[in-house]
């Protein structure tokens, strides 16, 4: 990481992850916090969103709710069509993440669609383009999501 | 803050909504009056944002507003998923047990897949090295001893697709 937190930065970091205010100046409002005002508040924020440590600052939503479908994908892909097979899974603007993993379904990805019925489609579509089986693990139940992140 | 809370009256989000989250996925404004700013680029008032957002967060449309850390750039480059076999009749506690640890970001009851896949509890572990992560997988194994039949840890080699998700207004 090319960039050193200072205590002020650490405290956004862990005390921001959620509860920013609903407010007409929610940056005013959760700046008193961390000592330190609005504009140095805005300027941290938008500092550590350039360096990457953020991945995104703002409202995170619930796929689900919002009436699409999401999924967890794996797929066991032979060595020698990795790539290729990574280039065809990425092409669907569906697919959110996708990364490799150490296993015989050696790849894992996410897919999100609008229309929970556009899930199985796009499923049946990257079976038909690479000619493997796509495992789907849809949630059953959901225990935690969040990030507990301690700098 | 963190814990996702059951639905108290979900409503489906409104055309006005769906422009609010198209507005707002990829990040709030870094201005003085984000909400005002969101309003303007819609077409509606700062405040109807606000109410709009304080309903899509009471419902658990939007899970909470804030900094999202990269775990990655932070120093947490190591992740296993952790995937396990646990008795049926006990998931749905220890799930919770499981999803209550600090170290894990995601956990989840997931569908078998017999006999290829026979696990059916996922939780996503992070660390500052893989002996930190091996670690925790085995407080984890520890919390679960007895009601397991078998576990995995699926390590992470790379990173092939990283997009946030897209709503479209």
């Given amino acids: 990481m090319g960039r050193i937190l200072d205590d002020t930065d650490r405290a956004i970091v862990n005390g921001l992850q959620g509860g920013f205010p609903l407010t007409e100046t929610p940056f005013a409002d959760a700046a008193a916090k961390f000592g330190i005002g609005e504009d140095e508040l805005i300027a941290r924020i938008s500092g550590l969103a350039d360096d990457k440590l953020l991945s995104r600052f703002g409202p995170m939503y619930n796929a689900e709710r919002l009436g699409g479908a999401l999924s967890l994908c794996a797929m066991q892909v032979p060595e020698a069509r990795f790539e290729e097979v990574a280039a065809r899974v990425n092409a669907h603007d569906e697919v959110a993440h996708n990364y490799a993993r150490a296993h015989a379904l050696n790849m894992w990805f996410v897919v999100a669609t609008e229309q929970p019925e556009q899930k199985d489609a796009v499923l049946d579509e990257i079976r038909h383009e690479t000619g493997i089986e796509v495992y789907d693990f849809p949630k059953i139940e959901e225990f935690f999501i969040g990030l507990k992140v301690e700098v | ?169």
């Fill in chain 2, 1 to 169: 803050m963190n814990q996702s809370v059951p639905a108290p009256r979900f409503s489906a989000p409104d055309a006005i909504d769906r422009r609010i989250i198209a507005a707002t996925q990829t990040g709030l404004p870094l201005v003085a009056r984000p909400y005002d700013a969101i309003g303007e680029e819609i077409g509606i008032g700062g405040a109807e944002v606000i109410a709009r957002l304080k309903k899509m967060l009471e419902c658990g449309i939007i899970r909470r507003i804030g900094v999202v850390p990269n775990h990655y750039a932070l120093g947490l480059t190591a992740n296993g998923m952790s995937v396990w076999d646990v008795e049926d009749e006990h998931i749905a506690k220890l799930g919770r047990r499981v999803g209550a640890l600090d170290f894990v970001s995601h956990c989840y009851q997931r569908p078998r897949h017999l006999p290829l896949w026979p696990y059916n509890l996922f939780a996503m572990v992070h660390g500052t090295s893989q002996a930190e992560v091996d670690d925790k997988v085995a407080a984890i194994a520890k919390l679960l001893a007895g009601a397991v039949r078998g576990h995995d840890v699926l390590v992470s080699t790379r990173i092939l697709k990283k997009t946030g998700l897209r709503i479209a207004a």
